[in-house]
């Protein structure tokens, strides 16, 4: 079993920057794909980015690429999500999640872990 705890959700301004953390316990992560997922008021929860087991793939949503950087540290068993120029429409719960395959990462129902999401909302 894999537990997942995101930290780094804040206030912030248009154009500011934030790092999100996901720590896992429980066993190592090393082995899977980690992502991010949100979730705005109102709406589905939305793919962010994934990376891959080594961190040599990365994917982004549309909407973030370019401003959003996946990274993940396996002797640490935590990956981040730096976020730059934030824009209000980036307001939403931020979750982190941990796949088996690189196949489904865009699909709600492909990761196995969920964490319980934090807070990120960017004033105009």
């Known amino acids: 079993q894999v537990q997942l705890v995101e930290s780094g959700g804040a206030l912030v301004q248009t154009g500011g920057s934030l790092r999100l953390s996901c720590a896992a316990s429980g066993r190592t992560v090393s082995g899977y794909v980690m992502l991010w997922f949100r979730q705005a008021p109102g709406k589905e929860r939305e793919f962010v980015a994934a990376i891959n087991w080594s961190g040599s793939s990365t994917d982004y949503a549309d909407s973030v690429k370019g401003r959003f950087t996946i990274s993940r540290d396996n002797a640490k068993n935590t990956v981040y999500l730096q976020m730059s120029s934030l824009k209000p429409e980036d307001t939403a719960v931020y979750y982190c999640?941990?796949?088996?395959?690189?196949?489904?990462?865009?699909?709600?129902?492909?990761?196995?872990?969920w964490g319980q999401g934090t807070q990120v909302t960017v004033s105009s």
């Open positions: 999640a941990a796949d088996r395959a690189w196949s489904d990462i865009r699909d709600l129902r492909g990761p196995d872990y």
